[in-house]
């Protein structure tokens, strides 16, 4: 944790770089459990298609109707603490403009005097559900590998928003790190996946030394697992492919796996399917924006 400093900023787009909206609802968690305000949002008119991603129109209680744009926020929290205060950057990733972008928050980063970055992200990938959901840690950063023991992507290829922040951050001098949660590729239908932004939270935890309320959290991912159960139970040909991506884990987490091996078969997922993961066995193709 002293490798980031005491006030992080923790980010999570909706979009590409969210599978089972495990990373964005990570983020919303935490800001829905404690107490934030926003302190610097983008102009949507600058860096987001209203037909890849629509305002939305919503109702109140009177029945007023109003229009919500979509947008990308910077969130303090409004409590001192003595402790790591966690600041939150969320919002919809952006169409156009990324360079921009990155520059817009990283000046407000700057501002607020903010000593490290975490991105959160969420990738699918050919693992079971009723194992723990593994949690890849990463940075670029020398000093972050060394004093948090992360480990260095080799990875080349098309990336999300998540890699162009961390970029920028460590441009300007703020370490940067990542957090990628493997998400089951066949739970698609079962989405959001509570039991990976649970997984996400506990690693960020470990890496941050803040203490994070995780709510019903545990509960909820309790019931997804037992929904996924469920399905499986009345379909052959499923359980039959989740048993074997259960010795293939198995066999990951056995003393006798090596950590070079596992780390070699992450970056096998990064380059069958870009920034994001893999999507289906099979599909080289990078994954789709969620609409």
Not at 167 to 183: C, D, F, Q, T, Y
Request: aromatic share 8%; no cysteine; hydrophobic share 40%.
């Amino acid at each position: 944790m002293d490798g980031m400093g005491r006030r992080i900023l923790v980010a999570a787009f909706d979009g590409w770089n969210d599978a089972g909206e495990a990373a964005s609802s990570a983020i919303t968690h935490l800001r829905e459990s404690g107490a934030y305000e926003p302190v610097f949002s983008v102009d949507p008119e600058l860096y987001f298609d209203y037909q890849y991603t629509r305002p939305q129109l919503t109702m109140d209680a009177d029945g007023t109707r109003s229009l919500v744009w979509p947008e990308a926020t910077l969130f303090k929290p409004t409590r001192t603490t003595r402790g790591t205060q966690l600041w939150l950057l969320t919002g919809v990733e952006p169409a156009r403009a990324w360079k921009a972008f990155a520059s817009e928050f990283m000046d407000a980063a700057l501002a607020a005097d903010i000593t490290g970055f975490v991105a959160l992200g969420s990738m699918m990938s050919d693992v079971p559900h009723t194992r723990p959901i593994s949690v890849f840690a990463g940075s670029d950063s020398d000093q972050l590998r060394t004093s948090l023991e992360l480990e260095k992507s080799t990875y080349e290829g098309p990336v999300g928003i998540l890699s162009v922040l961390g970029h920028a951050a460590n441009e300007a001098g703020i370490p940067a790190a990542s957090l990628w949660a493997s998400v089951p590729h066949y739970v698609a239908g079962h989405t959001p996946s509570p039991k990976a932004s649970l997984a996400l939270l506990d690693r960020l935890e470990d890496l941050t030394g803040a203490s994070l309320p995780r709510g019903d959290l545990p509960t909820a991912a309790a019931t997804w697992e037992a929904s996924i159960d469920a399905a499986a139970a009345d379909d052959e040909e499923m359980t039959e492919y989740i048993q074997q991506l259960e010795q293939t884990r198995d066999t990951w987490d056995s003393p006798e796996a090596s950590g070079d091996a596992i780390a070699q078969e992450f970056e096998r997922y990064l380059r069958r399917g870009g920034d994001g993961g893999p999507t289906k066995p099979g599909r080289d193709d990078p994954p789709r924006p969620r609409r």
